[in-house]
């Protein structure tokens, strides 16, 4: 895999010119803002539900499901590169396929994702977390919390990363305690370093891991978000593929790390039965450290989470508009902010909807099932548009065995995925037809596939 630097003054101000939106996103913001996505709601949740699965070995899926996630990573490394545009996955798909519905279908999958997750993270933000803390109803909760996410994503794209900084830097803090109070249990004699290795008895290893992976690679899904704020990043070929496998890896060994301390800590069992994993290991380190801590800790990782969801879909949507396939006042910016207002209050809007009628489970597995949709089409594109050599130029390229070994992987992943939950995302993926059909009707979509993309940008 290889990537060359191009940077020169006239490339920078061509870049600026070729996008109404701030070049404010700089290497350092990038990586903190992939890293923070990733490391999210789901390890503090899901680390359990892993151990159930494979065993005291939780940190062997953890790894597989890291190398799951670099393949498909890989193909957005050298799209987005190749085509650095706000639309992600929509932009891929237009170019590769050159059907406005296959484009559009790609985008609001992705889209759909996006606020479905935001939607299922306030809920998760306004559950038992939150009620250790300040006993309030959860729907209201909930709500108010997407409101105050919509209006720091309208303040600015610098804002928002500025305070994602923050809260990434909590969610590891957290992350990195629970390794440090492992090592505090073993120091004094105490924890078994041996569950490490030991997997499901009911069944083989391999089956134990492989049943596990594909629920730790959740934990691993996020890095797909940064494909839409790319029109925002500064020499956004020489940064984006370092901080997109840099943030991976860094959530990978930190994902690892914790896998090996849960277990070493806590019999698998007791993870298996709580809905609070990482509180188990402070329970029984009981070295003074509050589990009130943990639930605030859990509090940030959720919003920062929902923060970044909802920065992706408010891009995507003004992609998408930009673009012809959604209503064009999707596409207004604030003249000050330069940040898509109506695209911001579109999405959170939906995704009140959504936290008002939905459930946590039911709105995590529909995420899953649509973001594997448009990985598969982003792997897919990244082989067809080897033809486009019009933006041939210095970008990242990735050998031609990634994407395919990343197709194989998405088709694995959805054979696991419940009747119910096909039925549900095929449900809003009826609803973006008629979106789509009636938005072609009054003259938005337009057949243009292949604008162009200053060189520089």
Same mark, same amino acid.
């Given at each position: 895999?290889?990537?060359?630097?191009?940077?020169?003054?006239?490339?920078?101000?061509?870049?600026?010119?070729?996008?109404?939106?701030?070049?404010?996103?700089?290497?350092?913001?990038?990586?903190?803002?992939?890293?923070?996505?990733v490391?999210?709601?789901?390890?503090?949740?899901?680390?359990?539900?892993?151990?159930?699965?494979?065993?005291?070995?939780?940190?062997?899926?953890?790894?597989?499901?890291?190398?799951?996630?670099?393949?498909?990573?890989?193909?957005?490394?050298?799209?987005?590169t190749?085509?650095?545009?706000?639309?992600?996955?929509?932009?891929?798909?237009?170019?590769?396929?050159?059907?406005?519905?296959?484009?559009?279908?790609?985008?609001?999958?992705?889209?759909?994702?996006?606020?479905?997750s935001?939607?299922?993270?306030?809920?998760?933000?306004?559950?038992?977390?939150?009620?250790?803390?300040?006993?309030?109803?959860?729907?209201?909760?909930?709500?108010?919390?997407?409101?105050?996410?919509?209006?720091?994503?309208?303040?600015?794209?610098?804002?928002?990363?500025?305070?994602?900084?923050?809260?990434?830097?909590?969610?590891?803090?957290?992350?990195?305690?629970?390794?440090?109070?492992?090592?505090?249990?073993?120091?004094?004699?105490?924890?078994?370093?041996?569950?490490? $290795?030991?997997?499901?008895?009911?069944?083989?290893?391999? $089956?134990?891991?492989?049943?596990?992976?594909?629920?730790a690679?959740?934990?691993?899904?996020?890095?797909?978000? +940064?494909a839409?704020?790319?029109?925002?990043?500064?020499?956004?070929?020489?940064?984006?593929?370092?901080?997109?496998?840099?943030?991976?890896?860094?959530a990978g060994?930190?994902?690892?790390?914790?896998?090996?301390?849960? &277990?070493?800590?806590?019999?698998?069992?007791?993870?298996?039965?709580?809905?609070?994993?990482?509180?188990?290991?402070?329970?029984?380190?009981?070295?003074?450290?509050?589990?009130?801590?943990? +639930?605030?800790?859990?509090?940030?990782?959720?919003?920062?989470?929902?923060?970044?969801?909802?920065?992706?879909?408010?891009?995507?949507?003004f992609?998408?508009?930009?673009?012809?396939?959604?209503? &064009?006042? $999707?596409?207004?910016?604030?003249?000050?902010?330069?940040?898509?207002?109506?695209?911001?209050?579109?999405?959170?809007?939906?995704?009140?909807?959504?936290?008002a009628?939905?459930?946590?489970?039911?709105?995590?597995e529909?995420?899953?099932?649509?973001?594997?949709?448009?990985?598969?089409?982003?792997?897919?594109?990244?082989?067809?548009?080897?033809?486009?050599?019009?933006?041939?130029?210095?970008?990242?390229?990735?050998?031609?065995?990634?994407?395919?070994?990343?197709?194989?992987?998405?088709?694995?992943?959805?054979?696991?995925? +419940?009747?119910?939950?096909?039925?549900?995302?095929?449900?809003?993926?009826?609803v973006?037809?008629?979106?789509?059909?009636?938005?072609?009707?009054f003259?938005?979509?337009?057949?243009?596939?292949?604008?162009?993309?200053?060189?520089?940008?």
């Amino acid at each position: 895999m290889t990537v060359e630097k191009t940077r020169d003054d006239d490339g920078a101000r061509a870049q600026d010119a070729s996008t109404p939106l701030r070049r404010a996103i700089t290497a350092p913001l990038l990586f903190v803002f992939i890293l923070g996505d990733v490391l999210g709601a789901g390890i503090y949740a899901l680390v359990g539900e892993i151990a159930g699965d494979v065993g005291g070995a939780v940190w062997v899926p953890m790894l597989l499901a890291l190398v799951m996630a670099l393949l498909t990573a890989a193909s957005y490394a050298e799209l987005v590169t190749k085509y650095p545009r706000a639309g992600g996955a929509a932009v891929f798909a237009r170019r590769a396929y050159r059907a406005p519905i296959v484009s559009f279908l790609v985008g609001f999958c992705m889209l759909a994702a996006g606020v479905t997750s935001a939607a299922g993270l306030a809920l998760a933000f306004a559950g038992d977390y939150l009620t250790a803390i300040l006993d309030v109803p959860a729907t209201p909760a909930a709500l108010v919390f997407l409101l105050v996410v919509g209006l720091l994503n309208a303040r600015g794209i610098q804002e928002s990363l500025r305070a994602n900084v923050v809260m990434t830097i909590v969610e590891v803090s957290g992350l990195v305690l629970v390794v440090v109070l492992a090592g505090v249990v073993l120091g004094r004699g105490d924890g078994d370093a041996g569950r490490v $290795l030991q997997f499901d008895s009911s069944t083989t290893p391999a $089956l134990a891991v492989l049943g596990a992976a594909l629920l730790a690679f959740y934990s691993f899904v996020g890095f797909e978000t +940064s494909a839409n704020i790319a029109e925002e990043v500064r020499d956004v070929r020489r940064v984006y593929p370092r901080a997109l496998f840099g943030a991976l890896l860094t959530a990978g060994l930190v994902y690892v790390l914790v896998g090996l301390a849960v &277990s070493v800590v806590a019999p698998t069992d007791r993870l298996a039965a709580s809905s609070g994993p990482l509180l188990e290991v402070v329970s029984i380190a009981d070295v003074g450290v509050p589990p009130r801590l943990f +639930s605030i800790i859990a509090l940030v990782a959720v919003a920062n989470g929902a923060l970044l969801t909802m920065i992706m879909a408010s891009r995507l949507t003004f992609g998408m508009s930009r673009d012809g396939l959604l209503p &064009s006042a $999707l596409a207004r910016v604030l003249p000050r902010r330069r940040t898509p207002w109506v695209a911001i209050v579109a999405t959170t809007a939906v995704a009140m909807i959504l936290a008002a009628t939905g459930t946590v489970a039911a709105l995590a597995e529909t995420v899953v099932l649509l973001l594997l949709v448009v990985f598969i089409s982003t792997n897919l594109a990244v082989l067809v548009l080897r033809r486009d050599r019009g933006h041939d130029g210095d970008h990242f390229r990735t050998p031609t065995v990634v994407p395919i070994l990343a197709l194989g992987t998405c088709v694995v992943l959805l054979t696991q995925q +419940s009747a119910s939950t096909w039925l549900r995302a095929g449900v809003m993926l009826l609803v973006g037809i008629a979106l789509y059909a009636l938005t072609r009707l009054f003259g938005g979509t337009r057949d243009v596939v292949d604008e162009t993309v200053s060189p520089a940008a």
